[in-house]
């Protein structure tokens, strides 16, 4: 079976898992399975929901957190012949009128809790001609109850998707403050999904921590579980994170490295005060019992954390993707080879390096920005390949990151310097929470948040020259114009996107939120 839609990603999960329990979630402190066949039901009823309420094609904005419903609603979205918008629940009113004006969006559904911010970007965008509220569980389990009555799929005969039509606009991070809707067709995101580079275990337990307003999550966790016949538990608040891993019990998890961090430095905590424990016992105190793996993506993962995990019984890997490849690039295996390095290629597409640059062509790429066909020119070659902006090299089929083109520092005498790849040696330094390196005055300049949680004890003058140490270290480990001439230390974490990343422009000019 072809598979080049989202509804024909659904059908092959009914044909192979129809019984198998596809989500796991806690309601009112008590674990609720969701079966493949359940979870197609209920996409099917939110389905013919949305078509009633408007049978015209529309650009749909969608704001809630993270839960089940959440996930059948945006499906639904798209399964409806729709274009699915999803924001993040914090957004401001004035970064949603912009974004809602940019991506053309005439309806809103959102959460109970939003509608009074939903009335007053209506107030300013008055494209915005419908707003729904979703409600809490019990609205959804009426909407399902109500809609799977349907003798017929009224809709089903107009819902015959072009594979290429847009079915998602996802804004991206805003790193250098210019946020753009990235295009994501059915086919984009079933073609992303289905590849067996890598594939679940049918015993595996995935555990969802990322906002699903990103492609990274939602095609990641969801549709890739899907494909997979994988089980997906739903953690809801980060905050509820430790209690959760423990409930749940999962198997593997996908994650940003700042929430590695955080799990290895909870994990030594508890070694340290147990120091009767076993390696292993210490991490299943944090992550359960069954947890074995995890991939890395948004950010470089040091060999010496791999290598740290490697001893208390979990496979640490990287992965490597952008919004505008749906998101994946790259995947692991977890293998040995695939250890060091950012991934191993899916083997869908096609990926070059050309003058360094990491370049990718295929079913996978967006259809470009929407309303940008200069940005969306700009950023793909004479023969069709997307320049990522990264800079890197393939080797054995796997991908080596070394930075990116738009952060490099060009110094007086003509030197270009990557400061991810200065920032990436210190990734091996517990005491060094976070560092962005930059250029000032044609020098190299760092400035670091400390490890606050481990080293709470020490004084800021300790601290300074514990950290002074390890630049010199660092220092003689490179080049002499790679070198760090002047270090800073700052009493607050830096500014970041949703999905991690630091905000380089903010801080560059001075705009970061204090």
Known sequence: MTIQTIEQLLQHSIMHFAEKDFCRFLQNDIIISKTYQQFFDDCAAMRRYIREKDTTRRHIAFIGKTNYEYIVCLTSIILSGNVAVPFAP???????????????????????????????????????????????????????????????????????????????????????????????????????????????????????????????????????????????????????????????????????????????????????????????????????????????????????????????????????????CSPRITTSDFSDTCKYSNGILLGIDEVRVEDGEIQVKGDSVMLGYYKKPQETAAVFTEDGFLQTGDLGYIEDGHVYLVGRKKNLIILSNGENISPEEIENRFSDYSLIREILVFADCDSIVAEIYPNIELYGNLTPEETESEISKIVDEVNLSMPTDRQIQEFRIRKIPFERTTTGKIKRTSFYFGTEVK
């Open 90 to 324: 914090d957004i401001s009113v004035a970064e949603a009128v912009q974004l809602f004006r940019d991506a053309d969006v005439s309806m809103l559904f959102c959460e109970e809790d939003f509608l009074e911010k939903a009335n007053q970007i209506k107030q300013s965008y008055t494209q915005l001609d419908k707003i729904h509220s979703l409600g809490d569980s019990r609205w959804y389990e009426q909407i399902f109850r109500t809609y799977a009555d349907y003798k017929t799929d009224v809709d089903h005969a107009e819902q015959q998707t072009n594979p290429d039509d847009c079915a998602m606009i996802i804004f991206t991070s805003g790193t250098t403050g210019n946020r753009k809707g990235v295009m994501l067709s059915n086919k984009n995101l079933a073609h992303n999904s289905t590849y067996n580079a890598y594939r679940m275990d049918d015993d595996d337990v995935s555990f969802s921590i990322l906002p699903m307003h990103h492609v990274f999550c939602y095609a990641c966790d969801v549709l890739k579980t899907i494909y997979d016949g994988g089980t997906l538990c739903l953690n809801g608040n980060l905050a509820d994170l430790y209690k959760n891993l423990l409930i749940f019990e999962p198997t593997i998890m996908r994650i940003v490295p700042a929430v590695c961090k955080s799990i290895l430095t909870k994990i030594k905590i508890i070694e340290k005060r147990n120091p009767q424990l076993s390696k292993r016992e210490a991490a299943e105190r944090i992550v359960g019992k069954n947890f074995r793996r995890m991939i890395a993506g948004s950010a470089f993962l040091s060999a010496a954390i791999i290598d740290e995990f490697e001893k208390y019984g979990i496979c640490a890997r990287q992965g490597y993707g952008m919004s505008e």
